[in-house]
Each structure stands twice: as C-alpha cells, then as structure tokens.
C-alpha cells in the first residue's frame, strides 16, 4: 500500500479545517443564552431596556455597513477577477481620488456616527436625570409622584427626605460592595442590596480604593465608582426576583470574584426588610451588653457554653469586630456588614452561593460556605483582605512577615470557624 500523494492530502486537510471551525462555531454558540442570569438582552427595567435600544441600532448600523462594505468588495473581486479572456487586456481605471465619492464617504461615514450617538447621548442623559417630567416614564408606569419615599415607605423617613426617591449609596471595595440606605436609619448592607419594585432608586456610586464598575446586566449598566468623586444613575426594576451583577472593570486579584446581587421585592416586604435590618441585636441573658458579657467569659470560659455562644466568643477573640459590623453589637467598618448575613443568598461577594431553585435560602449550604470562607478564605478569593490581617488593624495595611516571607496569619482552628458559622446563622 503506498500514501497518497501531497496533493491529494489537501481537500483532506480542507475538509479537517472546515469540520473543527464549525464544531468551535456551534461550541461558542452554545455560550449565547438570550434568557441567561445576566443576559443584557432579557431587560427587567427601564434603563436596561433604553440600554439594549441602542444595543440594536448599533448592531442595525453596523451590519449594514458589514453588508454595504463587504458587497461591494466582493462585487469588485468578481467583476474585475483575470480570465482567460481579460487577461492580456490593460488593468482597469483607478477611481482613487474622485471627490464625489470620497465627500461621499465621509458624508455616509458622519451619517452613521450620527445614527448611533443622538440615541446614546440621549440614554446617557435619560439615566443620569430622575425621569420626573419624562413623557415616556409617565405614560408606561404613572405619575412619577408614586417614587417619592414619602408616597410608599411607612417607615422612618429621615428629615426632608419624604420628597426624594429612594437612594442608595453603593462603594466599590477591594472586592466587595456595600450598600447603604443614608435616608432609611442608615441601613447597611453587603454584595446584596435589596430594592422595591417598580420604584425609582437613586444609585450613588463611589470607590473606596481602585475604580471600580457598577453592572446588573438585566437592570441596568455600567457605571464606574471612581476615587474621589459620586457617579450616579437611576434604576428601576419591573419585576421580582434576584438578580446577578458583577464589577465590570479590572480592579486586581479577585475582580472576577467580585460579584453581586440585586434582590428586587414589593415595597412592603421591603418595608419588613428595613425593619430586620434595625433590629438589636440581644446580649445573652443576664448581661446587659455583649461587652459585659465577654468580659465575663474572660473570667469563666465555661460561660461560653453553646456552638452559638462559642462562636460569639470566638468571633470576637479572632477580631472580626474590628472589621465587620453586626448592629450595635459589633462596630468595624472597612469589611462587610455582617447583620442578618443568615439572609443573604450568597458569600463572599456572591462567589459563594447558597440559594435554592426557587431562591430561598439554602440553610446546610450556607453554613458549609460560611465555614469554608472564614477557615479558607485565601483558597475561595485569592488576595483577600480577610485572610492575613486578623491581628489587628494596623496589621490591615502593614502584616507582620513570617520566615517564608508571607504574611503571619493569626492561626484559627476549624472549630472556631465552625462556631461563628453557627453564631453568625443564628444572630
Ligand atoms: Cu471591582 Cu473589578
């Protein structure tokens, strides 16, 4: 048996080559889910729907040009290819340097700029001005009146505040996010802010360290928090749900870990929410603060008799006070807000999620992540800020080095972590 010669291997190869673009074709088509989480093309809102307007007519232009361009260029393949009978004959005119087609061009060329930037600056103004004498908001959802906090929310209302939407003030952190509701008793959250549905809310955007990028793809994006001064939009979800966003602009180890989540509920529940969030949190009994209460396990370890009283013990022996708060038992402010963590669906800025099939709480999963995040946190987010400076704040900025020139971290058994899973679970 003898091999086929060399050029009997080529339509071989052809065929080869063709066959594997065309599985990596459909492979990457696989990629497109048009209903996915954060699928930008499943809009939920107002902004997100204006957002994905533009989305089209930039598509629509540029296909067209795909189509005008590309026609014409292998129109010109065609008609001027070498036959056998053209091929002696002289190589066609030139047409370089007919003004009438080249004012042409740039005419057809400013034409379609001008397509695609009236709609965008339009939308980049629409989403950076409350839509209070909007034509197009009042005719879909009413009278903008019904956003004003004084209109819906029965609760505490800070001073002068009833006439306002609601706002939150939204801080970019290395790579976290916290949420805070300046007007609704100072509320704060972490990586899941909740919202009401179908009300404006104002979205205050700042950075605490690096630029980051506000994006919830079927709400509304992006935005960046940048140091040193407030970028702002206005958002509004139509429907109930939870739902994914993430930092959309580099900002060093773990920005792909830096998710976050939106969980959009009536405005009563939201109501009940706020109320959750204010609660105080209970010394154990017979102590009138957790202070005086730890002071005395001080004395008597056995006072900390329970996983629960362990864990608190233990949450506050390995100084994640100095970090997180928890209400007015716990005051850190440079981590996330730990209140009622036992709500949210995810950790870890949502890289961890523990939440159901019909979005509830998955109870036994959070604990398993809560364990493995505070035992592990190095190996689920590298280049967190948890997982070496437990010793203090100073250590925060400057951790002490130890023989292998990494950073000393103060040691926590499993045990500890288990006992603030179960502490945090249940405060
Ligand atoms: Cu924050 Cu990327």
């Not at 190869?13 to 088509?29: E, P």
């Not at 919830?216 to 509004?236: C, E, H, S, T, Y």
């Not at 005086?292 to 009283?309: H, R, Y």
């Not at 946190?377 to 292998?404: A, E």
């Amino acid at each position: 048996m003898s091999l086929p010669s060399s050029s009997s291997w080529k339509p071989i190869f052809k065929r080869i080559t063709f066959s594997l673009f065309a599985i990596a074709a459909l492979l990457g088509m696989t990629g497109c889910d048009f209903k996915g989480r954060m699928s930008t093309f499943d809009p939920k809102g107002p902004i997100a729907e204006m957002q994905l307007e533009i989305f089209y007519i930039t598509v629509w232009v540029t296909l067209f040009l795909f189509i005008a361009v590309g026609g014409a260029l292998l129109y010109a393949v065609w008609k001027f290819r070498e036959t056998p009978e053209n091929k002696n004959d002289p190589i066609p005119r030139v047409g370089h340097g007919n003004p009438l087609i080249e004012v042409g061009l740039i005419a057809a060329s400013i034409l379609m700029l001008v397509i695609i930037a009236v709609p965008t600056v339009q939308v980049i103004w629409e989403q950076h001005e409350l839509p209070v004498d909007s034509e197009r908001y009042r005719e879909r959802y009413g009278d903008y009146e019904q956003n004003l906090l004084g209109n819906w929310y029965d609760g505490d209302i800070a001073d002068g505040e009833e006439d306002e939407v609601l706002v939150i003030k939204a801080y970019g952190w290395q790579w976290w996010w916290s949420f805070e509701y300046p007007q609704l008793d100072g509320v704060v959250t972490a990586n899941e802010m909740v919202i009401p549905r179908g009300k404006v809310v104002k979205i205050e955007l700042r950075s605490k360290d690096v630029i980051h990028s506000f994006w919830l793809p079927k709400i509304a994006g992006k935005v960046d928090l940048m140091p040193g001064r407030v970028n702002w939009m206005w958002i509004q979800a139509d429907e109930p749900g939870y739902y994914y966003g993430q930092c959309a602009e580099y900002c060093g180890d773990s920005h792909a870990y830096m998710l976050f989540r939106a969980e959009v509920v009536e405005p009563d529940e939201f109501e009940t929410w706020i109320d959750r969030q204010q609660r105080t949190i209970e010394a154990p009994e017979g102590y009138d603060t957790w202070g005086a209460w730890l002071g005395a396990t001080n004395q008597d370890e056995s006072l900390a008799n329970t996983p629960f009283l362990k864990g608190a013990k233990a949450y506050f022996a390995n100084n994640c006070s100095y970090c997180h708060a928890i209400n007015d038992m716990s005051m850190g402010n440079i981590a996330p807000d730990l209140t009622n963590v036992k709500d949210r669906k995810s950790l870890a800025a949502g890289w961890m999620e523990n939440v159901t099939a019909d979005n509830q709480v998955d109870v036994p999963k959070q604990y398993e992540n809560l364990v493995e995040w505070i035992f592990h946190s190095d190996q689920v987010k590298p280049g967190n800020l948890m997982y070496y400076p437990s010793q203090g704040l100073i250590n925060y900025i400057n951790p002490p080095l130890g023989d292998d020139g990494q950073p000393i971290r103060t040691p926590m058994t499993l045990e500890d972590a288990e006992n603030i899973a179960t502490f945090l679970q249940e405060i």
